[in-house]
Structure formats: structure tokens, C-alpha cells
């Protein structure tokens, strides 16, 4: 098997899971923030221009 | 010289920031994918066995770039920090803040496959050691640091606390590097990599780790860099959100 690594194949493969999977972790939840805020952002500039006009002149 | 340090300060204007990055961010992700993949596949497949360690040695890939990246990045933070106190540049806090959960996840991920490692090797996961105990230290100030900003809404006040406990945490970060030459006991190793050529390990091991550090390097850098303009925009919508509702 490729993923036999002899007598601590199982030390070893925990080690990399675990890692990897925090490091997933802390991507994915970087990503999809990023996608959250980019998406407000330009929802906000896209919005009627005339809303915010109104808004300051109250 | 004045040329030089005008540049490093054209990076506190946050829309130099995000110019300057939005070109070098590919360059970041691509490194990061060139440099992990190959080091760790060259690690894990392509090393032999260490003669009293056996495979277990394989586990030097993750834990060694991950334990340098928890203590750097806290050194990292601590510089940003103390600039954020002395000239105010917000870009400065924002690094500070959007570093400290990747620190905290690869000072977890360092004590973790640290543990992994120990029992077969020490015969326990944990000992009271004096860089495993610096180590779960700097932890707890990487929580700490998240936690004041989690909990609490942004002001100049709240930015001062969260620098100054990012100084005091910064002496166990110091501790974490140095505490096998401060204390000359407990179980934990001096460091694998040296200056020194006649310390470090062996070619056969120090070049696909030296590869890996990179990879992680850069992957630090990735995530740091999309972490900030995620941060910057998140406060120019906060702006634009709260003159538009005024």
C-alpha cells in the first residue's frame, strides 16, 4: 500500500490529517469570508445610488 | 536608503495595500502549491528511515514548519503591534489580527503532531517540559488575543490592549524558541535547523524540510495577505454602512 509506512504508518498519517485538516479549516473558512464581505461590498456599491443620496440628505 | 523605507510605509495605506497584493497574491498561491506538494511528497516518500527513530521521523515535515510559523508569526505580530502603538498605521493592526488564528492554528497543529510524535519516541504525549510548556503558554495568548477580538467591538482602546497583551505574550514566544538552551532539561530536542552545519540533520532530511518550511512560509503569506483585504473591506463596508444609515 502506498500510505504503508511501516511500524508508525498510523502516528504518521494522524499527523498529516490533523494538520491538513486545520489548515482546510482555516482556508476554507478565509475563503468563504472573503466571498461574504466581496459580495456585501458590491451589493452595497450596486444598490440605487439615489438611496444613499436620500439617506444623507435626511 | 530613504527610498527603501518610504516603500515598506507605502504598505500602511491601505489602498497601496490592496493594489500591491492583489498582484503578488497568484504568486503566493502558486508558490504555496509548487513548494508544499513537492516537499511533502518528497518527505513522506522519498526519505528513508531514521536509523533510531524509524518512519516516525516523517512527522519532522509537519511538526518543525508548523512549530517555527506559531512562534514567528507571534513574533510577527508583536512587530506589527508595537508599530500600530508607536505610528498608528491601522493596515499594521489589521496584520496583527488577521495573523493570529493562523498562528493559533499552527501552534494547535505544532503541539498536536508534537503529542503524535512524542508517545512512540518519549513513550508519553505530554510532559511538562520546558518548550512544551512554553508552547501551550503562547497558546493560550494566541486565544486570548482572538478572544479580545471576537468579544469586543473595534476602538483605539481595545486595538491598544489587544497590542500590549501581543507584547507580553511575545516573551513566551521567545521562550518557546530558546527554552531547551535557557533550561538544559526536559525531553524536547534543540533545534533541527542551525546556521551551523555540524547541528542540523541530515541532507537527506534538511532539504525536503527546508522545502516544506517554504511551502508553509507561503501558505502563512496567502492567507495573511486575503485575511487583510477580507479585514480592510470588511471595515469600508462597516463605513459605508453606518454613513448610510445616518
Known sequence: MILDFGKYSLEILFSYLSTFSLILILVISTYLNSKKVKKDLDKFKNKDPNDSKKSQSI | ?246
Open chain 2, 1 to 246: 536608503m530613504i527610498k527603501y523605507r518610504k516603500n515598506i510605509w507605502e504598505f500602511a495605506n491601505p489602498n497601496n495595500f490592496l493594489r500591491i497584493t492583489d498582484k503578488i497574491t497568484p504568486f503566493f498561491i502558486i508558490l504555496t502549491i509548487i513548494t508544499l506538494s513537492t516537499g511533502i511528497i518528497w518527505g513522506l516518500f522519498f526519505t528513508p528511515e531514521d536509523y533510531r527513530q524509524g518512519s516516525s521521523v516523517k512527522i519532522i515535515y509537519v511538526h518543525v514548519p508548523t512549530a517555527f510559523l506559531a512562534i514567528n508569526i507571534y513574533f510577527m505580530m508583536f512587530v506589527t503591534s508595537v508599530i500600530w502603538l508607536i505610528r498608528r498605521h491601522h493596515v499594521s493592526l489589521i496584520a496583527a489580527k488577521s495573523a493570529a488564528p493562523i498562528g493559533f492554528i499552527m501552534t494547535l497543529s505544532a503541539i498536536l503532531t508534537g503529542a503524535i510524535w512524542g508517545k512512540p519516541i518519549w513513550g508519553t504525549y505530554w510532559a511538562w517540559d520546558p518548550r512544551l510548556t512554553s508552547f501551550s503558554i503562547l497558546l493560550m495568548f494566541y486565544i486570548g488575543y482572538i478572544s479580545i477580538w471576537q468579544t469586543m467591538k473595534f476602538s483605539d482602546k481595545i486595538a491598544d490592549l489587544s497590542s500590549w497583551l501581543c507584547i507580553i505574550g511575545s516573551i513566551f514566544a521567545l521562550m518557546s524558541r530558546y527554552a531547551v538552551f535557557f533550561w538544559d532539561q526536559g525531553l524536547h530536542q534543540g533545534a533541527s535547523l542551525s546556521l551551523d552545519k555540524k547541528e542540523n540533520i541530515d541532507d537527506i532530511f534538511y532539504f525536503p524540510l527546508l522545502l516544506c518550511m517554504a511551502g508553509f512560509v507561503f501558505l502563512f503569506l496567502t492567507l495573511l495577505v486575503i485575511r487583510i483585504k477580507t479585514e480592510i473591506q470588511k471595515r469600508r463596508l462597516n463605513i459605508l454602512l453606518s454613513t448610510g444609515n445616518t
